[in-house]
């Protein structure tokens, strides 16, 4: 009965993960890794999704969608081609399912610091039919001047011994902004987005 049970339980198992394992590829965008061996030119060229006057329409809303899937949009327009994103945090190790950072390299290093992320994308048409589609993303460290939370210090052993008290009132525009120094662009998170753009069109 023992040994009935525990294969049952298997192959409960079995058919949940596989189930899991069949879903496409493209509904969870951080199953989607960038393909080292193929390089894809930026800007990359991508045909004209039709013949009709919608086909800039259909390639600039399939763009955005893909964007989307990796950032919060803060400006787009559809006139002059451009598409402009919030600055979001890479996600690390402990945010899996998260898409955001694409190899596990850049997982690990948003884990042990912060990074963040910003895109910006041009869509211009080509002379010969079809568009050209520029992504860039920047990669931006985060810069204190000390750490944020110290839990030892000064705190922890004082000098004197008065009972005057003074109280601190904390007010949000006391909080000094965090400032991120530039730290280059993520050229692989651009190829994810690039193959994911000349694969989908």
Sequence with gaps: MGRKLMMAWIGMFSAWAVGCMSAQILENPMLIQPNPA???????????????GD?????????????????????SNRYDGSIETFPSIAPGLERFF???SPDWYQR?????QTIRHRAQVVLQPAED?????????????LDTPHPSRVLTGAAAFRPTTDVDRQFEVIDPTVFEPASWAPHGRDSELEQLILQRLKGCM
């Excluded at 193929?38 to 999704?49: F, G, M, Y």
């Excluded at 690990?108 to 042990?112: C, G, V």
């Excluded at 589609?133 to 460290?141: R, T």
């Design 129 to 141: 039919g079809g568009f050209f589609i520029k992504v860039i993303v920047y990669k931006e460290l």
């Design 55 to 75: 086909a800039y329409a259909k390639v600039f809303e399939k763009t955005l969608e893909i964007v989307a899937d990796y950032f919060e949009i803060s400006y």
């Design 38 to 52: 193929v390089t894809v030119e930026n800007p990359v060229w991508v045909p004209s999704l039709g013949i009709d």
């Design 98 to 100: 998260k898409p955001g």
């Design 108 to 112: 690990l290093e948003a884990t042990l």
